[in-house]
């Protein structure tokens, strides 16, 4: 079966730099997906890893390493407005389905 | 366009009762996915459509619950005889196409609870 793991709880400060990280383990997947969804909205699409590497979008950089089975999301000059839970998840290549992890709830202090 | 819309947001009902949800995709977007996400927990696959056809459902899924993408527009999820454990928020998401299904656009969910 298809797995992933992420923290369940990260904690950080205003304007500072936080990773949150995402191991995996499934058969096979296209790549991996990054969602953010406040409290009580939907999520909403982040950004996707194809490739091995980093991706950048603003304040935002993503990363996937498939030798090991592991990506993280980046978030640069933390806003108040970041406090939300982030999820990962990955593309299935047998059905193009995404298999969602838990989530990690990002708490932001002043 | 207006993004993905769910109908109703919230539905309170009796355990035994039928329910049904409405959900209208971004109209250019030809695959429709049905999730259901609990507190804490990411969102949980039920079904997807590629235009109207059904083309997998969650194993997890039981008998009770069903559902339908007429002309490959809106989508309705049905739950027949509810039950206390299906209570949670219903999400519905559209992508453009299978090789977009990384990028989902949500509705807004519709919140059920079975008293």
């Known amino acids: 079966g298809q797995s992933l793991e992420q923290p369940s709880e990260v904690t950080a400060v205003e304007g500072a730099i936080v990773q949150i990280n995402c191991t995996y383990q499934?058969?096979?997947?296209?790549?991996l997906s990054w969602y953010q969804q406040h409290d009580g909205g939907a999520p909403t699409f982040l950004s996707y890893?194809?490739l091995d590497g980093l991706e950048e979008t603003g304040r935002f950089s993503s990363f996937l390493s498939r030798s090991d089975s592991y990506g993280y999301l980046l978030l640069q000059e933390l806003q108040m407005k970041d406090s939300a839970s982030y999820f990962c998840?990955?593309?299935?290549?047998?059905?193009?389905?995404?298999?969602w992890g838990a989530g990690t709830k990002l708490i932001i202090k002043p | 366009d207006t993004g993905v819309s769910q109908d109703p947001r919230h539905k309170i009902t009796k355990r035994g009762q039928n329910v049904t949800f409405r959900c209208d995709p971004i109209s250019e977007h030809n695959r429709l996915y049905w999730y259901r996400q609990t507190l804490g927990q990411g969102p949980e696959f039920l079904t997807y459509f590629q235009n109207e056809a059904q083309l997998e459902k969650s194993r997890l899924l039981s008998d009770r619950f069903s559902a339908e993408r007429p002309k490959g527009s809106f989508s309705t999820l049905e739950i027949q005889r509810t039950e206390q454990g299906d209570s949670a928020m219903y999400l519905c998401a559209s992508s453009l196409a299978h090789s977009f299904a990384y990028e989902q656009y949500f509705g807004p969910g519709t919140r059920l609870t079975v008293t």
């Open positions: 998840a990955v593309l299935m290549d047998s059905n193009y389905q995404l298999i």
């Open positions: 499934t058969s096979g997947f296209y790549g």
């Open positions: 890893n194809a």
